[in-house]
């Protein structure tokens, strides 16, 4: 069938459908389960009213519990079985992640990148929306530091490739180590530790254009009233944006360091790009694909620790936009 044909019966289905659930559901309530007649009517309108919302929500709630709520429970009960999904073993996988050296060092890494991306990306798109705010060329300043978000993580990770590229003909940084006389080239990224730096630096290149985005409107948000009368106190310019901007910009900045946290945790196409996981510089998603088509059981068992971690600060994040919102 013709991609296009389909694409519209796709949506004649599912339009109509949705129609045709919430006029049923309606006229099921309204006429034989709550009929507003007789001497109940005004009892039988009352409930109809409170069973209502759940009609509305009911399509979203199926759809969350078959897609997120039972791949999480099943996914749980997959990683106590062993690889072969066969033997049920309890907490073994979780017990071998326990005692697997590699898996402390990945999830050592994941709490660098947790640490410093978040920070390094908010920080840099704080200073740029701060920098661009007044300047007349400030907008093409601006779409120049956001591109980056267009292009692919695979893509950046590629274009970083040849920045840290083991040869002074193509790595800028063996140019500029040859230019300043160094000897020979280097391998940044099969320097222990340091590596991975070098492929945080990719994300927060990525996720600067982000920030500053927020930031700036944020920025934009704040009344010029305080800002003058910081001015007429004699604050210089530091501190008018350490003491008065900061401090009104801090739930903003708050909700952007969050959301880089959460995308830190599931980020994998980096690493996996740049050095595969090797030189020590896996962290938990592609230590989870190292075991993905060889031990289910730990890969699942890996995928479920992740969630683990991702969720707290998921939930806090939400708590954040409710409290921004009163």
């Not at 006229?27 to 007789?38: E, N, S």
């Not at 020979?184 to 990719?202: E, H, K, R, S, T």
């Not at 910081?230 to 903003?252: C, L, R, S, Y």
Request: net charge positive; charged share 10%; with cysteine.
């Amino acid at each position: 069938m013709n991609p296009l044909v389909q694409g519209l019966i796709t949506i004649v289905i599912g339009v109509g459908g949705c129609v045709g659930y919430f006029y049923l559901s309606n006229l099921v309530v309204d006429h034989l389960i709550f009929p507003a007649k007789g001497k109940n009517a005004g009892r039988n309108i009352n409930r109809a009213n409170k069973v209502r919302p759940w009609l509305f929500l009911f399509p979203a709630i199926f759809a969350l519990g078959l897609y997120l709520v039972y791949p999480v429970v099943g996914s749980f009960w997959r990683s106590l079985f062993n690889r072969a999904g066969t033997d049920f073993i309890g907490l073994g996988n979780y017990m071998a992640l326990a005692a697997s050296d590699e898996f402390r060092t990945a999830v050592l890494n994941n709490f660098l990148w947790v640490l410093f991306v978040p920070a390094g990306a908010t920080a840099f798109g704080l200073l740029a929306a701060q920098l661009t705010d007044k300047m007349r060329w400030g907008n093409v300043a601006k779409s120049l530091i956001f591109m980056p978000m267009a292009i692919s993580f695979v893509g950046a990770s590629l274009i970083w490739k040849f920045v840290y590229a083991n040869n002074a003909d193509i790595g800028l940084i063996n140019a500029v180590r040859e230019a300043l006389g160094a000897s020979g080239p280097i391998d940044v990224l099969q320097i222990p530790f340091w590596n991975n730096f070098f492929l945080m630096v990719i994300l927060i290149w990525i996720q600067t254009g982000f920030a500053m985005v927020i930031l700036s409107a944020a920025l934009r948000g704040i009344p010029e009233e305080t800002v003058e009368a910081a001015v007429i106190d004699g604050a210089n310019p530091f501190q008018i944006f350490f003491k008065i901007k900061v401090p009104q910009m801090m739930g903003t900045i708050v909700v952007v360091w969050t959301t880089i946290t959460i995308l830190v945790l599931k980020v994998f196409d980096i690493v996996y790009t740049m050095t595969g996981g090797n030189f020590g510089t896996q962290i938990l998603p592609s230590y989870m694909m190292a075991y993905m088509f060889r031990d289910d059981g730990r890969a699942t068992a890996v995928a479920f620790v992740i969630m683990l971690i991702v969720l707290p600060v998921m939930i806090w994040n939400i708590r954040q936009a409710r409290r921004e919102l009163r």
